[in-house]
């Protein structure tokens, strides 16, 4: 919100300047696509014929690229849901009065925050089963996902519920609630919808994250778009690798774009909403430090 | 122990890949990062739109599609970069969208006020961002900037599948070659990631509480 | 306003497409036809596999999902290959329909944890046998004997002859493979550049990432059947890999079974057959001599 603090508002010979700054960049931006696409065609790569494979339902392309988009999506789901849930309940052990429970909740959030999730959804598909535990693919990288982002959601609904106002807290006990009362119906609400955008994003994160399944072979979009390019590559070498690859990849940006647009319309009706209208200017300080999602991956 | 001694060589080499790979990209995400936060909060549209549509476009894609496009997309525009090379830019690309949010954040975060002061006093738009808010900005930036770097540090794991013989290319490599030891080569390769993530997130605990006391 | 806007991109260029019919859509290939005949009427003795697995009428079978000839997964989702057929010639002689075989993905580091878990009944997926292997399951077979090759850009440049003459040279090959293990080992002077499936190395050999492929000559010959103005195969095979079935370690009664049934097809011809129709249709080549089974 302070963008416009750090700028005069442009003079007639800044405005000048800045139409010269902007067509020079412009004009730059069109030459790297310009170049990019000149070689990409001087390759071969912009072929009609080698992108109709993408909408030729013939290949079975279109179809398995749909059917992997629902596999992404339900472990997305999935992982979501769960993720949120087991988040919630380790940010308020992590909070608690309890030694027990607060040093279980806060060494276990470390634990999972410290390991790359590759490893994590590797062990619980290959090592779950020596003791005796079967456990499918979809299993273990819903597992891996919803152990590792817990995690990380965990830490931001701490964060959520310690920028809680003081006073709040305060007179919720002073009313005479008790501690899960305070917690539930007062602390955490507020929390969430504070917390949202960066909910949101950690979300995205899951998401894309859901691609780490190409290690334990569930076929997930960008596994399956693997594996087509490895069934095509004896029949017409690398003719479609790209183009396959190209195509999961604009899928991931679409969904995501989509997720965050919810996202901001949810948030947007939650400012007008003038019961947090009041706390949105704490939250807008009181976010920073947390103000981003804390695991890219 | 036997296990760990016989291999104990292919471990620190690949321990000291991981930990090349996440300072390379780190201070390449930092640096970039940084700079593209600049251009969001610029009076230059064409600068403001590309770094939006940077971040957009990186944070929604997954860095294993982001791989593929530097290690195999770059040859089909006649530009062939080496394996180490290549994902190091990965990631610090990749990794440069979430700093850029980080900071951003961290400039908003920063009174308007400060600004105002600045301008008052009048420093250009460079002199104020440079001398009076970045150096605040940093300060709250720290704990998110500082799990954004941890993650990346676990994300160049995903360069095991891009020829860099890193922490996580051990897990298929002594599986392979040591059939019945899979869960002492995963708690090697779980003990090595940890001693560079856990340190780094006590330290930024420790900075996250001073901060939090200057504040 | 962003979203609608690239969806709508998405779609006009959809419709752009879709008015050309693709090369992989004209030559969309039938998935291989099973021939195996199934045993309708077949006893086994109580209590052993073969009884179980013919009781139930299914079985779990591991195979690779990402070797091209051998066992890909095509994109209905099926798997298709030289390692898919033999499973189907097995599944048949237990009376067990090629429909009712559930087909799991093993890769190189699970096939011996899920034969010892018991969560695929037997593992065929370019299986090397060897003696360290041997400790963990028991293998049926070899029904094929691979070796271990290498492929160049298409004129050798680099003159690439055998493995020695990989010294100083880029090699490619998937890690956590015996050839990737065994460049390692004994040719130590090459570099190595280790992907997680073969269509990388193709590309990286296209891009001059790499001058050289080195896996077992199937795999190989599979990728310069794809790409035959790019690539060519050295043809100097210097490992024997003997691929074999991995089955429960001590089921001696369903390991005689197996070779029996291998051992079957070797001279009524199926196996050729099953050859032509996968990896020998892909190559050309015809099918070489079945091995002689090992009952060690």
Redesign the interface.
């Known amino acids: ?3 416009p ?4 508002l ?1 003079g007639p010979r ?1 405005r000048a300047r ?1 139409r010269i ?2 067509i020079v ?2 004009l730059l ?1 069109l030459a790297v696509i310009a ?2 696409l000149w ?2 065609g ?2 071969g ?1 912009l072929d ?14 279109p ?2 690229l749909g ?1 992997a988009l629902v596999r992404t999506l339900q472990v997305a789901a999935v992982g979501m849901v769960l993720a949120t849930a087991l988040g919630l309940l380790l940010a308020v052990g992590r909070l608690s009065d309890h030694r027990w429970l607060r040093i279980p909740s806060a060494t276990f959030i ?1 634990f999972f ?7 994590v959804i ?2 619980l ?3 779950l ?2 003791f ?1 535990a ?1 456990i499918s693919a979809f299993a273990a990288l819903t597992g891996g996902l919803v152990l590792y982002n817990a995690s990380v959601l965990a ?1 931001i609904f701490r964060a959520g519920i310690l920028s809680v106002d003081r006073g709040q807290r305060e007179a919720a006990f002073g009313l005479g609630m008790r501690k899960g009362q305070v917690m539930t119906l007062v602390l955490l609400p507020q929390a969430i919808r504070r917390m949202l955008p960066v909910l949101v ?1 950690q979300l ?1 994160v899951l998401l ?2 859901s ?2 399944g ?1 290690i334990i ?1 569930y ?1 997930e979009l ?1 596994r399956q778009a ?17 183009q396959l ?1 190209v195509a ?3 899928i ?3 969904i ?3 997720l ?2 919810v996202a901001k319309y949810v948030e947007k009706r939650t400012r007008r909403n003038r019961k947090t209208a009041a706390t949105s200017e704490v939250a ?2 009181a ?11 | 122990m036997q296990f760990y001694a016989d291999n104990a060589g292919l471990f620190w080499d690949a321990f000291l890949t991981t930990l090349g790979m996440s300072v390379l990209a780190g201070l390449l995400a930092v640096v970039l990062g940084t700079l593209l936060a600049a251009f969001r909060v610029s009076p230059i549209l064409p600068l403001r739109g590309l770094a939006t549509f940077y971040v957009e476009t990186f944070r929604n894609t997954p860095l294993t599609v982001v791989f593929f496009f530097i290690i195999f997309g770059l040859p089909q525009i006649d530009f062939v970069i080496g394996f180490f090379p290549g994902s190091v830019l990965a990631v610090g690309l990749y990794t440069a969208a979430f700093v850029c949010e980080a900071v951003r954040s961290g400039i908003n975060s920063v009174s308007p006020g400060q600004a105002e002061a600045a301008r008052a006093l009048g420093l250009t738009f460079g002199q104020s961002l440079r001398q009076v808010v970045l150096p605040q900005a940093f300060r709250t930036v720290v704990p998110p900037l500082g799990n954004v770097l941890i993650a990346m540090v676990k994300n160049t794991s995903i360069a095991a599948g891009f020829s860099v013989s890193e922490l996580s290319s051990l897990l298929p490599r002594l599986v392979n070659a040591n059939a019945g030891e899979l869960v002492l080569v995963l708690v090697g390769v779980v003990a090595c990631y940890m001693v560079i993530t856990l340190p780094a997130a006590l330290a930024l605990n420790r900075i996250e509480r001073r901060v939090a006391i200057l504040r | 306003m962003r979203t609608t806007r690239n969806l709508a991109a998405l779609a006009a260029l959809g419709l752009a497409l879709s008015a050309c019919a693709s090369e992989a859509g004209n030559q969309a290939t039938e998935s291989a036809e099973n021939t195996a005949e199934v045993q309708e009427d077949v006893e086994f003795d109580a209590g052993t596999t073969m009884a179980e697995l013919n009781e139930a009428g299914a079985i779990t079978i591991g195979t690779k999902f990402d070797q091209p000839g051998f066992g890909l997964l095509n994109p209905d989702g099926v798997p298709e290959g030289f390692d898919v057929e033999i499973g189907k010639l097995i599944a048949a002689e237990l009376g067990i329909a090629a429909e009712e075989i559930e087909w799991v993905e093993t890769v190189s580091a699970n096939r011996e944890p899920f034969i010892q878990n018991g969560q695929v009944d037997m593992v065929i997926a370019t299986y090397t046998i060897n003696d360290a292997r041997k400790q963990l399951v028991d293998f049926a077979g070899p029904y094929y004997l691979a070796g271990q090759d290498i492929m160049v850009a298409a004129g050798n440049p680099e003159g690439i002859q055998g493995p020695d003459d990989l010294a100083g040279k880029n090699v490619c090959s998937v890690e956590g493979s015996t050839p990737a293990q065994n460049i390692r080992d004994n040719y130590p002077e090459a570099t190595l550049t280790l992907f997680d499936v073969y269509s990388k190395c193709a590309d990286a050999l296209t891009n001059g990432q790499v001058q050289a492929v080195t896996t077992d000559n199937v795999i190989l010959t599979g990728l310069v059947a794809g790409n035959p103005e790019g690539f060519e195969l050295v043809g100097n095979p210097f490992t024997e890999e003997p691929y074999g079935i991995g089955l429960t370690l001590g089921d001696t009664d369903f390991r005689n079974f197996v070779n029996d049934v291998l051992e079957e097809s070797f001279e009524n011809g199926s196996w050729a057959d099953a050859w032509d129709r996968t990896a020998g249709a892909i190559t050309g080549e015809e099918a070489p001599e079945p091995p002689q089974v090992d009952r060690y």
């Open positions: 919100m302070s963008t603090v750090l700028f005069d442009p800044a800045i700054a902007t960049g412009g931006v170049f990019v070689r990409l001087g390759n790569q009609p014929a080698r992108w109709s494979v993408l909408t030729d339902p013939r290949t079975g392309v179809q398995a059917e470390e925050r410290a390991i790359p999730l590759l490893v590797f062990a598909y290959f090592v089963p020596k005796g079967e830490e994003a995205v894309k994250d691609s780490l190409f072979g076929f960008l693997r594996s087509l390019v490895e069934f095509f590559t004896p029949r017409f070498g690398n003719e479609y690798t790209f690859y999961a990849g604009l991931y940006i679409v995501n774009v989509l965050s647009q807008a300080s976010e920073a430090p947390v103000g981003t999602p804390a695991g890219p991956a």
